[in-house]
């Protein structure tokens, strides 16, 4: 009989140690590989359950690229390599990236950055010949757009212009504020963040475009650009794939 009830921590504990290991399984993750580590409470895990198969022996000459400040020190603590997209040894592609989301559609469309960190994200992923989503229940959702804030990642020069830009494709925006932090929230890249919800749910792959056309916009969260596995992690303790 399956487990009931699990906690969203525990959903996400589950699926990003039972994606790994099916990954692991089917041959995506391997020896000598180069990988994309994402960022986030759910991604964390997942990292975790890699750097176990190195110390474990399953896999060697793993070669990291990590999507944040978070996820570098976390694989440095782990003992995983970690190097940039555009170093010699990763050349600018990766074979697997495996990370979370914030909200997944039917369609598997993206919203990613709840942790600010989705431009990087975007660089590593978009560099990946396989993406491998990793999510709670809470994040498979019918449409985009209406409740989890979509993050805008700005310049931080260009913060009223592009959000006068944002007012006009509909969007209610807000600059997000650091938490134990006076002022806004800063981006490892020195950015701003606007967070913009609609009252109705859009196209995700017309307004990932259209967002960045915006002179002083860096990048924006909709990931739409690629079809990516998804697991998602269910309060009865299973495990869901698509």
């Known amino acids: 009989m399956s487990e009931k009830n699990l906690t969203q921590k525990e959903q996400k ?14 041959g ?39 999507t944040s400040f978070q996820t570098t020190i976390a ?14 040894r990763i050349d600018g592609e990766l074979d697997l990236a495996i990370d979370g989301a914030d909200e997944i559609d039917p369609d598997a469309n993206l919203i990613k950055g ?13 560099s990946a010949k396989k993406l491998a989503i990793i999510a709670d229940e809470s994040k498979d959702v019918s449409s985009l757009g209406t409740k989890f804030p979509l993050p805008v990642e700005v310049i931080p020069a260009a ?4 959000t006068k830009r944002l ?18 929230v800063i981006t490892d890249n020195g950015n701003l963040v606007i967070d913009c919800l ?10 990932e475009d259209a967002i960045n056309g915006i002179t002083g916009v860096v990048e924006n969260g909709f ?14 303790g299973t495990v869901t794939e698509r």
């Open 114 to 126: 709840g942790g600010a960190a989705h431009l990087r994200e975007k660089l590593v992923e978009y």
């Open 198 to 207: 609609w009252d109705s749910p859009v196209n995700p792959a017309a307004m």
């Open 13 to 26: 504990e589950l699926v990003a140690r039972t994606a790994v290991d099916r990954l692991f399984e089917r």
């Open 28 to 66: 995506l993750i391997f020896s000598g590989m180069k990988i994309g580590l994402g960022t986030g409470s759910t991604a964390m895990p997942a990292v975790a359950r890699v750097a176990e198969l190195i110390r474990e022996g399953k896999l060697k000459d793993v070669s990291a690229v990590a």
């Open 223 to 236: 990931f739409t650009k690629l079809r990516p596995m998804v697991f998602i992690g269910r309060a009865d």
């Open 159 to 162: 913060r009223l212009s592009v």
């Open 75 to 88: 694989c440095e603590q782990f003992g995983i390599p970690v190097y940039e997209l555009s170093s010699s």
């Open 167 to 184: 007012e006009k494709l509909g969007a209610k925006c807000t600059v997000r504020e650091g938490v134990k932090k006076a002022g806004p």
